[in-house]
């Protein structure tokens, strides 16, 4: 796995202070750090803050919230560990530049162990709105490569990744049946959000069914 830049370690920060609920108290009590200081960090009111600043904070959150975890199993089965179980990419694909899983070795933070969802390709977080209340930004989504295009489950939720001639889609959308047997239609939950995208089957690169979802607080 690659290291990690300070933009990407205080981006990782933020997320995990949110899912894990963690105080600037708890950090400071744990670190050389003021609580005061570490607030405006986390309050976004210090931009840019020094990187040993941001390597303390990571390296404190990562001891003490994944790998005290690495080899301990939850109440809810969920195992969070170094093997060779089902990858956690820890990027937001909306906005990148990902063609397929195979280019996101570097992505890797963790495997996930979980019964359920064993049989998953990959674990990804979820960000946006538009599949409220089913999913919520932070969420890590299971979700399973699928090879045949026209053998869909309709109506499902999949992760899917599509080319230039489709404007370079990356989102999780429920997907279902076009009168035109060629498209499929994707479809946000959220009204909000309402409006049909119909895209070609020849310009999907990739389509994962969404298998459930594990709230990051959980591992």
Not at 53 to 73: A, C, L, S
């Amino acid at each position: 796995m690659k290291d990690l830049t300070r933009e990407e370690k205080l981006v990782s920060i933020l997320q995990f202070v949110h899912e894990f609920n963690i105080t600037a108290y708890e950090i400071s009590k744990n670190t050389d750090l003021t609580a005061a200081g570490i607030s405006r960090i986390i309050n976004g009111k210090i931009k840019n803050p020094l990187n040993s600043t941001v390597n303390t904070i990571y390296d404190f959150i990562q001891t003490k919230y994944i790998q005290e975890k690495n080899q301990n199993i939850n109440d809810r089965g969920l195992l969070v560990s170094k093997s060779k179980n089902v990858p956690f990419y820890n990027i937001e694909f909306s906005g990148s530049q990902v063609k397929s899983l195979e280019e996101l070795e570097d992505y890797v933070s963790f495997y996930v162990d979980y019964e359920p969802l064993n049989d998953c390709t990959a674990f990804v977080p979820y960000y946006g709105e538009s599949m409220l209340p089913k999913y919520k930004s932070g969420d890590a989504l299971g979700v399973k490569q699928i090879k045949n295009f026209d053998a869909l489950l309709w109506g499902e939720s999949h992760l899917v990744i599509t080319n230039d001639n489709a404007n370079n889609i990356k989102t999780v959308k429920n997907v279902h049946q076009h009168k035109d047997f060629d498209k499929v239609i994707l479809r946000a939950i959220n009204p909000d959000y309402a409006g049909d995208t119909v895209i070609e089957k020849t310009d999907i690169l990739s389509m994962f069914l969404v298998k459930g979802k594990v709230e990051l607080n959980q591992l």
